[in-house]
């Protein structure tokens, strides 16, 4: 069987607590290899638990992980080979340049240092100017970079990114995804989480969503976002509604630019036409339409009912 | 790991290797605190006990005092930066949450203690060597069980730096990692014989520090340098090992399940 038919990642009945708090409870799912998939949850949900449990930094009550066939816990040694991360915290160890903790890095794997590999890292994370330089002379972004090119120096297969673009500055998440997707090109397995909703709809072929512990969604972005999402649709009217009338209750109108408008979320078993009928059988008078394609927020909104943390 | 399932990168022993560099490096890279400042403080109580009352007092027939209080100096130099490196790397690690880097590797539970525990050594002996070069201006030692006397330095360091394993897991605070060093270590460097000998004690003081196991190692080194001492070597290397071994079990245990390195 070739390594392409076995998950990048299984996640088997997954269970953590702390001081008898559930943190994650239950969870269940499997990463397909060469798939780039999205973990999401507000803050608190179990998303880097869950990632730290894979990772080997964290204890499982019970359940288990496999990564590429390999038990986590049983072949530990295998699955931590196979797997590179980025935890959300900067960790760094202010002793050594960038080029030395690269090559100390690669070592800690068992791997003799490749050149042209981190080389490779170096120059497509923006790092060349700073190989040099100890760790703590390092702005926050450049840390974060090296982060990256230290889940990656040792050519892992699954590649695991907590809260990658956590604080830093447009350019770098822009290269970040860039070579995100290149790393997804040449057969590296990724599994992220982000705050940035609109990155995870771009970046991810799948989504899980997470809250309190458990998993609350799980599936391709974009069945996802049609099921869930609702397609938005603004309608605009001739004159002021002043009551929303009960007919479009369905339809989840909310009132906007001082009652002349109406925006709807339209479910996935309803029309635009079946919207516009009931409309029009209310005898009200459309005067302009936008349509906007249904977007994670409102996944995410519905979901877990919490924002505050997501952009 | 079998050889079917091994990534084919994987060098074995390579981890290891590379940790036990790492460790080296960390501290050879701040060797002004780690090397030159014990090395001072080592030549300063060299030249208060060896240049003003080495010759004036004895305490040991047949030995001016600088002679008997050397070997002390150097197990204390020995002892004190074996237990100094494993305390302050591990503990630095898991303050500074850097710990983690580790915890992702396949590097295994007594691959990290060994390195760890090299290194340490390797810096407690390289202090003890230069202790004993500088104190060669002051008196000169008879050597008489010189393998002996490295055995010992060697079981000391090894000790030590599986306490300061201990210790950097148990630590919370830098505050609690100093109480240990000023509170458990010192007191027993001191009260263990490096600078009297236990055998003019008065009881009940003699009898009690027959319970301190720094006078064990102490008196083992000294008498295989100086070639006389208050107990029977085969003594000596026995507390020290079982000791060790007992240090050894214990910290392998913390570190197998992670004791306070994951949650």
Not at chain 2, 61 to 81: C, D, K, S, T
Not at chain 2, 105 to 110: F, G, V
């Amino acid at each position: 069987m070739g390594d392409m038919q076995i998950p990048a990642l299984v996640i088997d009945q997954l269970k953590k607590s702390y001081d008898g708090a559930d943190v994650v409870k239950n969870l269940s799912f499997t990463i397909e290899s060469g798939e780039i998939f999205g973990l999401l949850g507000p803050n608190g949900a179990g998303k880097s638990t869950t990632i730290n449990m894979v990772s080997g930094v964290t204890r499982i009550d019970t359940g288990s992980v496999q990564v590429f066939g390999h038990d986590n816990r049983q072949a530990y040694r295998i699955t931590r080979c196979l797997t590179g991360v980025m935890h959300q915290e900067i960790v760094i160890d202010n002793f050594f340049t960038i080029d030395k903790a690269l090559k100390m890095h690669a070592g800690y794997y068992g791997m003799k240092d490749d050149p042209a590999w981190r080389m490779l890292l170096i120059d497509r994370l923006g790092l060349g100017a700073h190989l040099h330089k100890v760790m703590f002379k390092l702005s926050g972004g450049l840390k974060r970079r090296f982060m990256i090119a230290k889940a990656l120096i040792h050519k892992p297969r699954l590649l695991i990114l907590d809260e990658p673009t956590a604080g830093v500055d447009i350019d770098l998440r822009l290269t970040l995804w860039d070579f995100v997707r290149e790393i997804n090109e040449r057969g590296t397995t990724v599994l992220l989480t982000t705050h940035y909703l609109e990155e995870a709809e771009q970046m991810c072929g799948r989504l899980a969503i997470m809250n309190h512990g458990e998993l609350v969604a799980l599936d391709s972005t974009k069945r996802l976002l049609n099921r869930l999402g609702g397609r938005q649709v603004t309608a605009q009217f001739d004159r002021q509604i002043e009551t929303i009338p009960v007919e479009l209750d369905p339809f989840h109108p909310v009132q906007t630019e001082e009652g002349r408008a109406l925006r709807f979320a339209l479910p996935e078993e309803v029309t635009t036409i079946d919207l516009f009928d009931k409309i029009r059988g209310l005898g009200l008078v459309v005067t302009e339409i936008e349509t906007r394609p249904p977007n994670l927020e409102d996944v995410f909104l519905r979901l877990t009912g919490s924002i505050n943390n997501v952009r | 790991m079998s050889d079917n399932s091994r990534p084919e990168h994987y060098i074995p022993g390579r981890p290891f290797l590379t940790l036990l560099h790492k460790e080296v490096r960390r501290f050879l890279r701040v060797s002004s605190q780690t090397i030159f400042t014990p090395i001072i403080t080592a030549s300063l109580y060299l030249f208060i006990f060896g240049a003003t009352l080495g010759e004036r007092i004895s305490v040991l027939e047949g030995f001016n005092y600088a002679q008997f209080v050397i070997p002390g100096l150097i197990l204390m130099g020995v002892i004190n930066n074996s237990f100094a490196n494993t305390a302050s790397s591990l503990f630095m690690s898991r303050y500074l949450g850097n710990i983690v880097d580790l915890l992702v590797t396949p590097i295994t539970p007594p691959q990290l203690i060994l390195a760890y525990t090299i290194a340490a050594m390797i810096r407690g002996l390289s202090v003890g060597i230069v202790v004993w070069l500088v104190s060669t201006f002051f008196a000169g030692l008879p050597w008489d069980a010189p393998l002996t006397a490295i055995g010992m330095a060697t079981m000391a360091s090894l000790l030590f730096a599986q306490c300061g394993l201990v210790v950097a897991i148990y630590a919370s605070s830098f505050d609690s990692l100093s109480m240990y060093t000023n509170f458990l270590i010192l007191p027993l460097i001191y009260l263990g014989g490096v600078f009297y000998p236990i055998s003019i004690l008065p009881e009940p003081w003699g009898k009690l520090s027959h319970l301190n196991p720094m006078f064990y190692l102490i008196d083992g080194f000294r008498t295989a340098i100086l070639g006389v001492g208050d107990l029977p070597l085969w003594l000596s290397f026995l507390v020290a090992g079982i000791m060790s071994a007992l240090l050894f079990i214990w910290v392998v245990f913390l570190i197998g399940r992670g004791h306070r390195l994951s949650s």
